[in-house]
């Protein structure tokens, strides 16, 4: 069993930076996209940034010019560097992996909340 592990949330002031990183257990073949969520209290779960499997980059238009999507070589860890964070950035921050055949990891989950 996969298991993807988030660090890197906390408390930071509005115009303040974080870098998330998703660890995961074993390298994944297959991969057909990874990325990162978020969910706001009572707010659904929306994409913020992703890699897909021909290496191209999406993200969120509130996120553009901010955030900034990344792995590394070995392919078993995933960054999000969060810069000029905003109140509304507030939320939990989740790393996904989906495969080819449509397995999808999920993270546990990491807070962020910006704030005065």
């Known amino acids: 069993q996969v298991q993807l592990v988030e660090s890197g949330g906390g408390l930071v002031q509005p115009g303040g930076s974080l870098r998330l990183s998703c660890a995961t257990s074993?390298?994944?073949?297959?991969?057909?996209?990874m990325g990162w969520h978020r969910q706001a209290p009572g707010k659904e779960r929306e994409l913020v940034a992703t890699?897909?499997?021909?290496?191209?980059?999406n993200y969120a238009d509130s996120v553009k010019g901010r955030f900034t999507i990344s792995r590394d070589n070995a392919g078993k860890t995933m960054y999000l560097q969060m810069n000029s964070l905003k109140p509304e950035d507030t939320a939990v921050y989740y790393c996904?992996?989906?495969?080819?055949?449509?397995?999808?990891?999920w993270g546990q989950g990491t807070q962020v909340t910006v704030s005065s």
């Open positions: 890699f897909t499997n021909d290496g191209r980059t």
């Open positions: 996904n992996i989906r495969t080819i055949t449509l397995d999808d990891y």
């Open positions: 074993r390298k994944i073949f297959g991969i057909n996209a």
